[in-house]
Each structure stands twice: as C-alpha cells, then as structure tokens.
C-alpha cells in the first residue's frame, strides 16, 4: 500500500518534535511545511556572516526536567549542544548586591535566607509565599482547575506585598517562565515548584556535569540545523517561504493551500499544525472569542572586545537576572571558554552580551520610554543603561556593533505590507514614519483563556504548539511544553492512521521521598530570621 501523506505545518521546536516522531515511521511520508526561509520559529539565532553579528531571537535556559525535548535532542545526537549553568545570579542594578543560585543542586534553606536578606525582602510575605507553595503541592483536581481560571496575582495576594518583595517575585517569574501576574495561577505556582522543590529529572541529560538548568554553547540555529539535516537524511521533506492561507477537507483527506502554491494538487492524509496560535484561531480551531494576548520579547546582543567594570563579574557559566530592570532583562556574557567553546566570534569581538527583555512596554529608566517608543539606538542604550552601564561613551562604543533582535524585530517605514500576517504586532508610529514590527511575541497563558486540546473538529487534523493542553500535573509554558505537545500530535496522527507506535510522554513529578524534608526546609528558610530582621 501507498505510504500516508502527513504535512507538518510550522517548523518551530513543536513542529519539528512532531516530524522527528512521525519520521520514526517507514510508512509515513511527511512534509515541513514553513513560512520563514529557515526552521527554527522562536529558538532561531545564528552569526550573520554579511554583517558580522550574532542574531539571535532570545536566550534559553532549559531545565533538566525537560524529559521530552531532552529524549528528542539525545536520539537526534544533539544533547552536546547544551552547557550546564553554574548559577543563577540574582543581580540588583542600583545597589549592585548580588546573589548566586546554585544550579548543581536544589536550592536550599540558606539560598533562601541570603536572598530574603541581601536584597530587603519581607520576611511576612516570603513566608505567606512558602505557605502558598506547601499548599499546592497536595492541591486536590479541583483547586488545580480552579486556579486555572484566577490570575496568579490575586492568588498569591502579591498586590499586598512590600515593593521590593513584589518586584522581585513579578520579575523573577516573568523572566524565567514567561508567566506573568495575570497568568494562570496554577502555572505560577507550578513554576514555584520547579524551582523549589527536587523534581525528577530527564532520563536523557547532556554528557559531563549535571545542572539543573542548561543553555545553548553555541547559536541557537545550530541545534535547529542539525535536527532538520536528520529529518532530510530520513526522507522528511520541506518547504520554504509558504505560508498556509486555508485548509480545505477533500473527501477523507485535506488540501493545504499557501500564498506560493507549493502545496498545490497535493492531498494530505493528517495534518498538524504546529503554528501559532493567531493562525488556529482565525482558521476556527480555538474555541474562543478572540485569539489570545500576547507580549513583546526579544534578545539584543553586543558583542565586545572587552568587558565593562559593569558586567565583569558575569563572564562564567551563570544566567543573570537584573531584578530592578525595568523591562525585565535576563543576560549571559557568551565567550570561548564559557558557555560558548567554539563558536567563531566577529572579529575584534570576545565576548557577547545576549539580553532578553520581557517587558518592554514598561518605561526605561534612561529615556523614560517604553521600548516601543524608542529609537533603534536609544533602545540600546537603554538596555546597557539598565544593565548598569552609566557612562554614556561606555555605552556608545559598545551600542556600535550592536542589534535588537532583527530575527523578528523590524523598525521601518514599510511596516503596512506586513499588517496581513496574524502574528505581527505593530508599536506606535514615530514622527518620523517608522515603527517597531514585531512578528513573534511571547504567548502568556492567562487565566481568561480555554484549555486548547490537542483534537480539532477536523478528524486527521490535530494541534501542537505552546498553546496545547499536554499532559503531566506541573507544567509551565515553555519549550518543553512545545515539545510535548509534537510528539502527542505526532502519537495523535498515528493512532488516526492506525499505525502503530510506541510514543510515551513521560513528564516530571515531585520526588515523594524527599518532598516533606524539602518542603520543610523552603519554609524553615525564611521562617528560621523572623527574629532577626525587621519585620518589613
């Protein structure tokens, strides 16, 4: 019999963890459809040759929960292509304090304190926090489907916090997860316990030592490329520059139709579409009355020759976190010898500074603008400036070589020929007819928005993406998230065709041995100074 016609629309990490599976398969004939001239979708970054700099859409920290996107980069023989962290650094621009979190083992009770007492946190409410912590983790079903549909901040009662306690929570979270005050409450509180609490980990974890957490040691891309070289020597097949403009049911099949035809007199057998979630939503594949929000985030980088007074301190394998910032940056100082070992840097260049903002719509402390009002220049400034980089000739030389995301990031007169695609989101338009473009936001799971299964009402045709519901009880959104939800669109299609398979989605869990002792000890953490310092 002929093979089964499978067409993988989108070809970001979902997309592609789910043509990795399916390409398990001899009987399965399976085509990447992507509307970017590269794979990739969020995790793309590379060194530009043309103009000499590292372009990257963010930095990725990946903790070594990740069982799915772990297993797919261990039998893809890429799991070499990430680098343990030493640390994460809490960092306090205007005082300069510092703390490091260590990564190579679960934070502990002393963690606790020194964070509660280096940076002025009330010791009220990081112990109302731990209480919240303890509590979820023997929440019944139904209080977890309850705090599905509450915002985080009304849970958690953070409006009630000291400034600086509610600052540092707001930011940490955002940074780290994506997930926001008005996210869904069971996601904050589940990402609490993926920092907090010893989880089980990957089965698959990079070679050499072991972190809890793990990043790139080269160009996002380049895992990206390796994974796609697999699935071609495999027989999986890709389209380029073609974006899906309509899904049209044929018989017991489906024709997928594009802005450049590529896909015509084709018919497909199953479809995943493993696209945002704008496109789902406009084609009537999200039961929702809108499609949902989203916010602005990218990485800038700057590469260097030498490191400021400012950021010297951060040159290790450390993942920092500038806590007062205000648009919420998270920076690495990438250099041979560091996260990145050998990777050809710009000439005139050792070092790289990668800093992703999350919350750009915040004013800046330099211009007072948001990121969206900025120029190109004064954007760049502003983030040195927030990174703790005062001086102005400082800044100018390092700004030079300097770029803010152009992987999804335009800032241009000709910015109407890109209001038709769904997921492009404009800024407000300079005087001088210019605008920010944005063509890749960060999704944010609010709690307004409906679980998105991963079915449709399209039998073969099924959903993958940072939107879907997947399985497992502590989740956050995240790439492992996107991972998971590939290889169960993957197993979904499968079972439509009547193929066979053996795709299990193994999640983390607590590690009921030692979830009391632990438990005990996060709360003895903050509990154990009440006596010692200022009731704040």
Known sequence: MANKQVIVVGGGISGLVSAFELSEHDDVDITVLEAAPECGGKMRGYFNTSTGRFEEHSIRALSSTYYSLFDVFGRAGILDHLEPVSEYMFYERASGKHVGVDRTSSIDAGTVRELVETFDLSVPDMIHLAQKILHHVNASDDEREEMAHQKAGDVIGVDDFSPATRQFIVNWFGILTGARMHSKAVDIMDSFLLMFMPMT???????????????????????????????????VRFEYNSRMTNLVPRGDQYEVQTDSGAMDDRLFDAVVLAVPHEVMWSIGLIDSGRPFSDEWSFG????????????????????????????????????????????????????????????????????????????????????????????????????????????????????????????????PKHADGNRWVNRAQIYVRSAEDPQVEPGTSLPGVFLAGEVVTVPGKWKIPTMEQAAVSGRQAAAAVLENLGIGHDIVIDVAELEGTTQARWASALLSGVTAITDRLPQR
């Open 300 to 427: 800038s980088q700057f590469p260097m020759d030498e490191l400021p007074d400012a950021l010297a301190s951060f040159a290790g394998r450390s993942y920092n976190l500038c806590f007062d910032a205000p648009w919420n940056i998270v920076f690495q100082i990438q250099h041979n010898g560091s996260f990145w070992s050998d990777v050809e840097f710009p000439e005139g260049a050792r070092y790289n500074l990668s800093a992703t903002c999350s919350s750009p719509h915040n004013k800046g402390s330099l211009h007072g603008k948001s990121f969206m009002d900025c120029t190109p220049d004064e954007a760049l400034h502003e983030i040195l400036y927030q990174l703790g980089i005062d001086d102005e000739a400082e800044r100018t030389e390092i700004v030079r070589g300097a770029v803010s995301d152009p992987v999804y990031l335009d800032f241009t007169t000709d910015w109407e020929s890109s209001a038709a695609v769904e997921t492009t989101e404009f800024g």
């Open 201 to 235: 980990e990957s089965p698959q974890l990079p070679p050499g030592e072991h972190s809890k957490s793990y990043c790139f040691n080269r160009p996002t891309s380049h895992a990206v490329d390796a994974l796609v070289e697999l699935l071609a020597s495999r027989g």
